[in-house]
């Protein structure tokens, strides 16, 4: 069995890593070669914690386990730990036996910025040129960086509940070189591609906050009850998801199903697009949406690509079970 610390993931896991893992796991959820087992959350009843599993099978890759962790919001106040905390499991299909333990937790980031990248790929204008970000916490930098990889963005925009936060937006951007702007929510409508990653249980981003052929990678919503945007905004757009059973539940295609404003049947997997089964965008004008929910498979894929990294590197730890 292989050990890979959180310690040593960052040296060892590039946002192009993940983007690949990504891409290549929602084309086999697609395809009908990968699935996601039910998740299990549960209030532990134990310092506030909510404690769960998110796991799943590539048949393609060969690659199960699951990832387990949740929320202990203490964590950074009495013992100076991130409040999410978690640690990925990988074993072999063919034995069962565990083959890999890895460390989750920027993992997580780099996943869930892979998914909205992998969007703005399949989903964006190629001539998309101002990016907006709608959320500036821990995510939100991930999310800009990962974005900014693509290429052919010249300027950032950002709004954020707290604008005291943006600062940390504006960092990520001059990484790049590329100049970054505070606007208001109707500002928004200068962006070509928008990423909203907002803790919220309210809508945000308003259909007149978005011009016609943007692409919206909403990432933010991922338990029932959160939302960041308009529903009528998804009536409007051509919606697609990582997994139509968790965004219609879980993520923010659950208020406009609630609301009777699209049906189930209207939502398309991303993977379908990756794979050339379904074309994507249909015109330069036609505002295109990607619902993240975040899924378990990502973080098997993510954390695979980080197995074979450590080993290539010799960094992995290698115990005998
Ligand atoms: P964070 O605590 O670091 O940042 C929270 C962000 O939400 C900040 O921008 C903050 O200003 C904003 N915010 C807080 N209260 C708000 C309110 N009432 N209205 C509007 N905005 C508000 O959190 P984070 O780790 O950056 O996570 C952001 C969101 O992304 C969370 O909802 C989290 O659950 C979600 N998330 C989704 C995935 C996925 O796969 N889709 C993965 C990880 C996190």
Not at 173 to 178: C, L, N, P, Q, S
């Amino acid at each position: 069995m292989l050990i890979v610390p959180e310690r040593d993931i960052a040296k060892l896991m590039t946002p192009e890593a993940a983007f690949d893992a990504v891409e290549q796991v929602f084309a086999a959820m697609a395809s009908g070669a990968a699935y996601n087992f039910p998740v299990v959350r549960e209030a532990i009843g134990h310092e506030d914690a909510l404690y769960g599993f998110k796991g799943g099978f590539d048949r393609s890759s060969l690659t199960l386990g699951l990832k387990a962790g949740g929320y202990w919001p203490h964590n950074l106040e009495k013992r100076g730990l991130i409040n999410h905390q978690s640690t990925i499991f990988l074993f072999d299909p063919d034995s069962g036996m565990v083959s890999a333990m890895v460390g989750g937790n920027l993992l997580t980031a780099l996943r869930t910025a892979a998914a909205s990248s992998v969007s703005i790929k399949h989903l964006a204008r190629k001539d998309a040129r101002v990016i907006g970000m709608v959320g500036a916490g821990h995510q939100a930098k991930f999310q800009l960086r990962a974005a900014l990889k693509r290429g052919g963005f010249e300027k950032v925009i950002g709004w954020n509940f707290h604008p005291e936060m943006l600062p940390g937006l504006a960092e990520v951007a001059a990484e790049a070189g590329i100049p970054f702007e505070e606007v208001p929510l109707n500002g928004m409508r200068e962006a070509d591609v928008i990423i909203t990653i907002a803790s919220s249980f309210k809508p945000i981003l308003m259909t007149d906050h978005v011009s016609p052929g943007t692409h919206i990678a909403c990432m933010g919503t991922d338990t029932r009850g959160k939302q960041e945007l308009d529903p009528a905004l998804l009536a409007k757009a051509a919606v697609f998801t990582d997994e139509i059973a968790q965004s219609v539940s879980i993520g923010e295609a659950q208020h406009a199903i609630a609301a009777g404003l699209i049906r189930e049947s209207e939502i398309t997997q991303l993977g379908e697009v990756i794979n050339g089964t379904h074309a994507g965008r249909a015109s330069a004008d036609q505002i295109t949406l990607f619902d993240g929910t975040g899924v378990g498979l990502q973080d098997l894929a993510v954390a695979a690509a980080v197995v074979d990294l450590a080993r290539k590197s010799g960094t992995a730890i290698e115990i005998n079970v």
